[in-house]
């Protein structure tokens, strides 16, 4: 099975800069998009950047133009730049991976994967 692996959370001061990254592991067969959601306590999960491997890129309105994101499709891995933080952007920042798989001649099937998710404090 997928198994995603993050790096990068903590604390930051409003205005600076954090880097999250997400490496996938445990599969050979592509992986279709890799992006990163979050969530605060009390609300939903929320999308906050996503690339396919067709190279469409999906970012928040809450926060285009201050993060910027990137992937690498050999490696499997995803990179969340995150700058000009601002309090409103404190969450749980989890990393995601989506797959089709089909064995044999069954049917080709949608896989989701989630990170554990790693915690994005900005003070103010």
């Known amino acids: 099975q997928v198994q995603l692996v993050e790096s990068g959370g903590g604390l930051v001061q409003t205005g600076g800069s954090l880097t999250l990254s997400c490496e996938a592991s445990g599969t050979n067969f592509r992986i279709n998009a890799m992006g990163w959601y979050r969530q605060a306590p009390g609300n939903s999960r929320e999308m906050v950047a996503r690339k396919t491997s067709g190279g469409t890129t999906s970012i928040a309105d809450s926060v285009k133009g201050r993060f910027t994101i990137s992937r690498d499709i050999a490696a499997n891995t995803v990179v969340l730049h995150m700058n000009e933080l601002k309090p409103e952007d404190t969450a749980v920042y989890y990393c995601?991976?989506?797959?089709?798989?089909?064995?044999?001649?069954?049917?080709?099937?949608?896989?989701?994967?989630w990170g554990q998710g790693t915690q994005v404090t900005v003070s103010s």
């Open positions: 995601y991976a989506e797959q089709y798989l089909q064995y044999g001649s069954g049917p080709e099937r949608r896989y989701d994967y």
